[in-house]
């Protein structure tokens, strides 16, 4: 049976509070297999399993500090397995739809081809494959303020945001449809969500990233605690500008592609 992909559009950016939602829209979920790739703290996950009772998960993550965090948290139809989407531990079609959540970014670039094909390759023909990534550097200051004041508090010179292996390495307009096109996925479509974070305040978004495994943390963790300290208090000051009596607005612009295999 072929699923029934609404066709997504490229333009003007959709303004969502719920990126759930919003692929409940565009792929179909009741009763269906998936995989995340590269979970985190699962929240996604859980949330998705909340609101569809009748899905099974399983969530993939590659870092072990938080893998076993998801472990210590066990939930029913969500299972939890410790690797890279490099190398998926499953055999062909094993699922009906496999997510890239935040997480295809991090696929070390030489690693990235492979983690695609092993992506289309545990998909069942016909199950559909959906990926969200950080656009552009303009549509994302918060990021490219993150990562620029992380780096000169770690001595290095500045980086160009599309550099492979960074947040936004794979924003240009249309590199990750290519990319679901190589693995030889079909009837790919990207969406771009405008999906600004609205949070009490900005220590609310440090804090989430403190937590996030991620190039920032990975930067400042190799600094020591008094300099770690003064890189998470400048990061702070800079992006408090983004708050005002109602709270912290952070702009955030992603691109969600849906293809199917
Ligand atoms: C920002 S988190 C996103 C978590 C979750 N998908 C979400 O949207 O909330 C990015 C995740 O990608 C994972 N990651 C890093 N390298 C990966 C790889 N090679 N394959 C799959 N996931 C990877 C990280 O460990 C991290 O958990």
């Known amino acids: ?62 870092d072990q500090r938080q893998h076993a965090k998801n472990l210590a948290a066990p939930q029913p139809r969500l299972h939890f397995v410790a690797a890279g989407a490099q190398a998926i531990p499953f ?65 290095l010179p500045p980086r160009d945001p599309y550099q492979p292996g960074g947040l936004l390495s794979l924003g240009r307009p249309g590199h990750v449809d290519t990319l679901f096109r190589e693995a030889g996925l079909r009837d790919v479509a990207t969406t771009t969500l405008d999906a600004p974070f609205e949070l009490r305040s900005v220590d609310e978004y440090v804090d989430f990233v403190k937590d996030s495994a991620g190039p920032v943390r990975e930067l400042l963790a190799a600094l020591d605690a008094s300099a770690a300290q003064a890189a998470w208090t400048d990061i702070t000051t800079r992006l408090r500008s983004f708050e005002d009596d109602h709270g912290w607005h952070g702009p955030n612009e992603l691109l969600l592609t849906a293809a199917r295999r």
């Open 1 to 62: 049976m072929t699923e029934n992909l609404t066709p997504a559009k490229t333009s003007p950016p959709r303004l969502i509070d719920d990126e759930l939602d919003l692929l409940a829209e565009l792929v179909p979920l009741a009763g269906r297999r998936l995989i995340e790739l590269g979970c985190g703290n699962a929240r996604l996950a859980r949330t998705l399993l909340a609101r569809h009772p009748d899905i099974e998960l399983t969530g993939l993550e590659v």
């Open 91 to 155: 055999d062909d079609a094993s699922f009906d739809g496999a997510l890239m959540l935040k997480s295809l970014h991090h696929v070390p670039m030489p690693l990235m081809d492979t983690a695609l094909d092993e992506m289309a390759r545990v998909l069942r023909p016909g199950g559909w494959a959906c990926s969200m990534v950080f656009s552009g550097p303009e549509r994302n200051p918060c990021l490219t303020t993150l990562m620029g004041t992380a780096l000169r508090h770690a001595g």
